[in-house]
C-alpha cells in the first residue's frame, strides 16, 4: 500500500461549515489509509435509484420518489473507477440489494419511515455498470445497515477482512448506518467521496463529514486508486 495521508486536504464539506467550525474540528485531523486486508462493499446500487435519468430531482421526485436523479449519475465513472481498481488489486468484492420478497417481511415493514410501497425484484438488481462477477458476493437486507440480520459479518470473517472501502447509497441512510456498524464490529472504515451519494448535496456533505469525524476516513477517488494499485502489482 502506498502511504498515508497526512495533509489537510479539501473536502467536499468546506463549502457547508464556516471556517470556525472546521477549526474546531482540527483535533480530528489525522493519517488517512487504507487498511490491511481490504474488501470493498457496494450498498444498494440498483436500479431504483437512477431512475429518471440523470436529471434534476425537481424534475423527476414526482414521478421518482426514490430516485437520486443527478446525484446518483454523477456517481457512476469514479464508481467504476473504483470496481476497476478494486479487481485489478484484487480485493473482495460486496454489494448490497433490498430483499423484496414479500413472505420474507412482515406485514407494514419498510426500511425507512417513509411509506413504502412493493418493489420489483427488476428495481432491486444492480446496475450493469457494476454486475457482480463469479465470486463477488450479493447481500440482501431489509433494513438500513447491511450489517443487520444479514451474514456479512460471518462472510468478512471468514475472509479476515479487516478494512471496508465503502461506496454507495445513501450516505445519510443505508451507508451511514452500515458504517456505524462496520465501525462497531472493529473494522476499519474508508469511505470514497466521489462515490457515494444522496438525494440531496447538504446530506450528502454533511453525514460525509459526521462520518469522518467519528467513523470512517473520506478519501478521494484518486487516492483509493493510488493506495490500491500497489496491491495489483503484487
Known amino acids: 500500500m502506498e502511504g498515508p495521508i497526512t495533509s489537510r486536504k479539501a473536502q467536499c464539506w468546506d463549502d457547508v461549515f464556516p471556517a470556525e467550525v472546521l477549526h474546531h474540528y482540527r483535533h480530528y485531523e489525522r493519517e488517512r489509509s487504507i487498511g490491511p486486508i481490504p474488501a ?11 431512475e429518471g435519468g440523470p436529471r434534476p430531482l425537481r424534475e423527476i421526485s414526482d414521478q421518482y420518489p426514490s430516485s437520486c436523479g443527478e446525484y446518483a449519475w454523477a456517481a457512476i465513472e469514479p464508481t467504476k473507477r473504483l470496481f476497476s481498481a478494486a479487481r ?10 433490498g430483499d423484496c420478497r414479500r413472505e420474507s417481511r412482515p406485514t407494514g415493514m419498510t426500511v425507512t419511515k417513509r411509506p413504502g410501497t412493493a418493489i420489483s425484484a427488476d428495481k432491486y438488481a444492480i446496475r450493469p455498470e457494476f454486475q457482480p462477477q463469479p465470486g463477488d458476493v450479493v447481500i440482501t437486507k431489509q ?18 477482512v479487516r478494512t471496508l472501502i465503502v461506496c454507495g447509497e445513501s450516505t445519510s441512510g443505508c451507508v451511514r448506518a452500515s458504517v456505524a456498524d462496520a465501525y462497531s464490529f472493529g473494522l476499519q472504515v474508508v469511505l470514497v467521496e466521489e462515490c457515494c451519494f444522496d438525494r440531496n448535496p447538504l446530506s450528502h456533505k454533511v453525514n460525509l463529514f459526521d462520518m469522518h469525524h467519528k ?15 500497489p ?4
Open 40 to 50: 470493498l462493499l457496494a450498498i444498494d446500487l440498483y436500479e431504483f435509484v437512477y
Open 215 to 229: 467513523y470512517a476516513d473520506v478519501m478521494s477517488i484518486d487516492d483509493v486508486e493510488t493506495h490500491l494499485r
Open 231 to 234: 496491491c495489483g502489482a503484487r
Open 88 to 97: 485489478a488489486a484484487p480485493i473482495p468484492i460486496y454489494y448490497s440489494t
Open 143 to 160: 433494513r438500513a445497515s447491511v450489517f443487520f440480520g444479514t451474514p456479512l459479518i460471518a462472510h468478512l470473517t471468514q475472509q479476515n
